[in-house]
């Protein structure tokens, strides 16, 4: 598990500034989604299926990004290229071994909600928002068993 205060410190902080999408209500959505899809950077694989990184994203989603939403905002684009040296798209694999690479992933998969970000003391909205937009109704998620690990993660506080 990953220590929360440099995570948010070293690696949230400062890829969320350099992309210009910092809020402390991005920064602990992104603490919960770590802390339920890898147990707290635990896992930067998953153990049956794709998804990489510790945020554990698809690959199928990861490509989406690129081709289908990151090309029609070019400010944002051009922040990726010049803050992570990538004229062209990346192998889905560097989520697994940079981790701010994986960060700035996963907060443009949520900026591609039309919908707010939730409010970051507002546990239920946050999971309510996890859910729906990256998680997927479908998907194991559970609201009690989330909210445990989002607790454990953020014991190292």
């Known amino acids: 598990m990953l220590d929360i205060n440099q995570f948010k410190d070293l690696i949230i902080t400062p890829t969320l500034e350099d992309l210009k999408l910092l809020s402390i209500d991005a920064i ?3 603490i919960f989604t770590c802390a339920v899809e890898s147990k707290g950077g ?31 905002k070019l400010p944002l ?19 697994v071994y940079d981790l701010r690479y994986a960060t700035a992933m996963a907060r443009i998969h949520y900026a591609r909600v039309l919908d707010p970000l939730p409010n ?6 946050i999971w309510n928002y996890y859910k729906l937009y990256y ?22 506080y």
């Not at 684009?77 to 560097?94: A, K, T, V, Y």
């Not at 970051?120 to 909205?125: G, L, N, V």
């Not at 998680?135 to 190292?156: M, P, T």
């Open 42 to 72: 635990t896992f930067v694989k998953q153990i049956k299926g794709p998804a990489l990184g510790i945020f554990q994203m698809e690959p199928r989603t990861y490509n989406d990004i690129w081709v289908n939403y990151l090309t029609h």
């Open 28 to 30: 602990e959505l992104l």
């Open 120 to 125: 970051a003391k507002d546990i239920k909205a």
């Open 77 to 95: 684009r051009l922040q990726m290229i010049h803050n992570f040296d990538c004229n062209n798209i990346p192998s889905e694999d560097r989520m």
């Open 135 to 156: 998680n997927s109704l479908e998907g194991k998620s559970n609201y009690h068993d989330d909210v445990v690990k989002y607790q454990k993660f953020k014991a190292n």
